[in-house]
């Protein structure tokens, strides 16, 4: 293991991250441009993950689907052909703030079409889905280093022909917006008013995390019941609380790299 010094992580998070990744040994890079080689450890910690988060999508009535991570361009070409008879709302491919991440985006859009009308973010747009929070017809966009103006002015554009609202906001604190602020019920948010401007969600009813615990604010609304992360039981408490039904899942080690529930799902609703 390298005895170098880890970057900050405030100043570079995406080196200190990777960095984290392969000196603890949990993965390594691959001869392929934009692929890792996952290690044995690394691997073990997937199992358990997916293991715990699938029980808890399956007790919602949902279902997983396996995006492959590569098919022909030929075969996205066909999708344009498909597009016609959809319902009137599309899916909105996002062009990752990481450059590591947009291999990933032409095997998603795939899967997309299926459901969606697909339409997507162009460069020098840069935006993160972990930035969009849709609270009925009002879409939060976090200003961050992930998402930029551009970007967010490429989703209104996309979006606001269907009826959406699009609003930029400042972050501090984070990487990004959905670990400030999510959807835990209907017309409520989750928020930590250290990282977002509660102001923004003015006309909502607003539940702030306890502030020991300031990374609480990442839950993953699904149905009638939120996934909720088990290291935040004060918050937790809150929430029950207030009579929203939480179902508890262990994300520990994606936390390690503020990674989240809403980070490891795409509900799609009919």
């Excluded at 170098?4 to 000196?23: C, G, H, M, S, T």
């Excluded at 889905?129 to 017809?137: I, K, N, Y």
């Excluded at 300031?214 to 609380?241: M, Q, S």
Aim: proline share 7%.
């Amino acid at each position: 293991m390298s005895d170098e010094k880890l970057p900050a992580r405030r100043e570079d998070f995406n080196e200190w991250y990777n960095q984290i990744v392969v000196r603890a040994e949990l993965a390594d890079y691959a001869p392929v441009r934009g692929c890792m080689v996952v290690r044995p450890y690394g691997w073990a910690l997937w199992e358990n993950i997916t293991a715990a988060l699938d029980r808890r999508f399956k007790a919602t009535g949902h279902l997983n689907a396996g995006f492959p991570m590569f098919i022909p361009k030929s075969f996205l070409e066909r999708e344009k052909e498909h597009v016609e008879g959809f319902s009137p709302e599309l899916a909105v491919v996002t062009r990752p703030g990481a450059a590591s991440r947009r291999a990933e985006t032409p095997a998603v859009a795939r899967v997309l079409a299926e459901y969606r009308p697909v339409a997507a973010i162009q460069a020098p747009g840069t935006l993160d889905g972990g930035d969009v929070l849709c609270v009925g017809r009002r879409v939060f966009v976090g200003l961050s280093v992930r998402s930029n103006r551009n970007g967010i002015e490429q989703l209104r554009a996309l979006l606001s022909p269907h009826g959406y609202e699009i609003e930029a906001l400042p972050i501090t604190g984070c990487l990004h917006l959905k670990s400030a602020v999510t959807q835990v019920a209907p017309g409520v948010v989750l928020l930590n008013p250290d990282w977002v401007d509660p102001a923004a969600f003015e006309g909502y009813g607003r539940i702030e995390v306890e502030t020991s615990e300031p990374y609480a604010a990442n839950a993953l609304l699904i149905g009638n019941a939120v996934l909720y992360p088990t290291a935040f039981p004060r918050t937790g408490a809150r929430l029950e609380g207030a009579g929203i039904r939480l179902v508890p899942v262990d994300v520990s080690e994606l936390a390690k790299a503020e990674g989240a529930v809403t980070c490891c799902s795409l509900i799609l609703q009919d």
